[in-house]
């Protein structure tokens, strides 16, 4: 079964620090990679994302390094805040009509 | 443009039970997902409709059930309610799935005692 496997499984920083979520994926072609951001009692949002061309995408103070041949990519926050205090979910997607496929989330918390 | 709406946000039921949620896209939006979210599992999904559909299917069992409607409103059945089922169940919408970007709803919390 095509798995993306997520790491850490919580994460503490410091403000202002940088935070690091992990994820590797086994096998198969997938062709999108989106990051979700999920607050307390709230569905989870878009955030983020790459396609497997592309090595590295930024937003702000949001960047995804992708490594193809590694089967990895990563989420960085610079300059983590308060506010990003959140559960993360990396993802990935086989092709266009196929399901989405979540990693287990990490829980972020940042110290003010 | 309304978000996905979901209802009801909580619900409580008994083992044995049945219980039916729904689900309101985004105007427009043609795909429906739905997951279960629990601390221990994350988000796992349950299946995918498109045009009235179910397109995919994730790994749950048969009293777990949907469907779509034709204005894309979508509504998801658990029957023979197990403790095991408690979680927050996730609803997302996109134009026509695949990479489009998922707009999930809040969500409804099913408790079952």
């Known amino acids: 079964q095509q798995q993306v496997k997520q790491s850490p499984q919580s994460l503490i920083v410091q403000k202002g620090g940088i935070s690091i979520i992990n994820c590797a994926y086994e096998?198969?072609?997938?062709?999108?990679f989106p990051w979700y951001q999920q607050f307390p009692g709230k569905g989870p949002a878009l955030l983020i994302a790459?396609?497997?061309?592309?090595s590295e995408k930024k937003e702000g103070r949001f960047t995804i390094s992708f490594n193809k041949s590694a089967k990895q990519f990563s989420l960085h926050i610079m300059d983590s805040q308060p506010g990003d205090s959140a559960t993360y979910f990396c993802?990935?997607?086989?092709?266009?009509?196929?399901?989405?496929?979540f990693g287990k989330g990490t829980r972020l918390h940042i110290l003010p | 443009k309304a978000g996905v709406t979901q209802t009801p946000r909580y619900l409580i039921k008994t083992r044995g039970q049945q219980v039916t949620l729904s689900c309101s896209p985004i105007s427009g939006h043609r795909s429906v997902s739905w997951y279960q979210q629990t601390p221990g599992q994350g988000l796992q999904f349950l299946f995918e409709y498109f045009s009235e559909t179910q397109r995919n299917k994730g790994n749950f069992p048969g009293r777990f059930s949907g469907r779509q409607f034709s204005n894309s409103r979508s509504e998801m059945n658990v029957s023979t309610l197990e403790l095991g089922d408690s979680a927050l169940y996730l609803c997302a919408s996109t134009l026509a799935g695949g990479s489009d970007t998922q707009y999930f709803g809040p969500g409804t919390r099913l408790t079952v005692l």
């Open positions: 790459i396609r497997p061309d592309v």
């Open positions: 993802a990935a997607i086989p092709n266009r009509d196929d399901k989405i496929i």
């Open positions: 096998n198969t072609a997938f062709d999108y």
